[in-house]
């Protein structure tokens, strides 16, 4: 398992996580929804939903997409491998 130290605060959300990356952004007046390929959920509307780049180094490829409604911040999931560390 790979350690990854920043220089700065932990961020307590994916979407102000300099290692995040917007994925999609489907607005309420949106029609319909679709299956992502990634991780074949639902991209509804009035949500949107990140993708992590330390997934995609470990991985080859992005596995995750971390979803929210708009205007919410989308929490810092469990298996985030971002760690605090005493200088």
Do not use: Q
């Amino acid at each position: 398992m790979s350690k990854y130290i920043v220089p700065t605060e932990i961020p307590k959300y994916c979407d102000d996580c300099p290692f995040g990356h917007l994925h999609y952004h489907h607005p309420f007046w949106s029609k319909g929804s679709w299956v992502d390929p990634i991780d074949k959920k639902e991209n509804k509307p009035d949500t949107y939903g990140y993708v992590c780049n330390i997934d995609f180094s470990e991985n080859g490829k992005y596995t995750k997409v971390m979803r929210a409604k708009c205007k919410e911040n989308i929490k810092k999931p469990k298996w985030c491998k971002l760690e605090s560390v005493e200088e």
